[in-house]
């Protein structure tokens, strides 16, 4: 089983629609986790962490379940510009930070 | 600020050539890491560092060697190039539990 799962997609979305990705992750000592936004043949940027609580920023909300070892990424009011692939990324359980990544899950929004 | 440079961004090796990727960072971090992308993939973890004259294997780091003799710079060895090692390779450096910096890739084609 992988470390941290994704659905490849690719999502195909029009404009302003709501498009939910979802991430699950295998070791439940995990501590931190990121969404980063990959463009094509370009390096990953962070788009948000995401907390216990949930957070949300702007047009994005991502979810935590510890529980259920599930991180989730809400993207409301698509743009075209948010066409990209996301990255879901957990961090490893030792002293070296070391980021895990799923493979991404391909986004495009179409006007 | 530059934040993480990386060296060359396109290289084309035969097999059996060596070179080297060069990595710099300016944001004072500990932990460096290289990862390699392969199409339509996640980032593997290659190798990484906690500190200065601390290095340490990752996922796939055959064919690979590092060394950090400073805290900024964190350089990647291809010894024998082979066409499996074909690939981008990313750079990242963090500060501990933070969000991680990428540089922009090194594009490598092995013939």
């Known amino acids: 089983r992988k470390e941290v799962e994704q659905d490849p997609g690719p999502f195909n979305v029009p404009e302003g629609a709501t498009v939910a990705f979802n991430c699950t992750y295998s070791n439940s000592a995990s501590q931190s986790f990121f969404w980063y936004r990959q463009d094509c043949r370009k390096e990953p940027k962070l788009l948000m962490s995401v907390y216990s609580s949930g957070n949300e920023d702007g047009r994005f909300t991502a979810q935590l379940n510890r529980a259920s070892q599930y991180i989730s990424l809400l993207i409301r009011d698509s743009k075209l510009s948010d066409s990209a692939t996301y990255l879901c990324v957990v961090t490893g359980t030792d002293s070296s930070y070391k980021l895990i990544f799923g493979s991404g899950t391909r986004l495009l929004v179409r006007p | 600020n530059a934040g993480v440079t990386q060296t060359p961004k396109f290289r084309i090796l035969k097999i059996g050539q060596s070179m080297t990727l060069q990595c710099t960072q300016d944001m004072n971090h500990n932990y460096m890491y290289w990862y390699r992308q392969d199409p339509g993939m996640g980032l593997k973890l290659i190798y990484y560092?906690?500190?200065?004259?601390?290095?340490d294997k990752g996922e796939v780091p055959n064919g690979y060697n590092v060394s950090r003799s400073t805290t900024e710079d964190f350089p990647l060895r291809l010894e024998l190039a082979a066409p499996s090692q074909t690939s981008v390779y990313f750079c990242?450096?963090?500060?501990?539990?933070?969000?991680?910096?990428f540089g922009q890739g090194t594009r490598l084609t092995v013939v």
């Open positions: 990242a450096s963090r500060d501990s539990v933070a969000e991680a910096f």
């Open positions: 560092s906690v500190g200065a004259g601390i290095t």
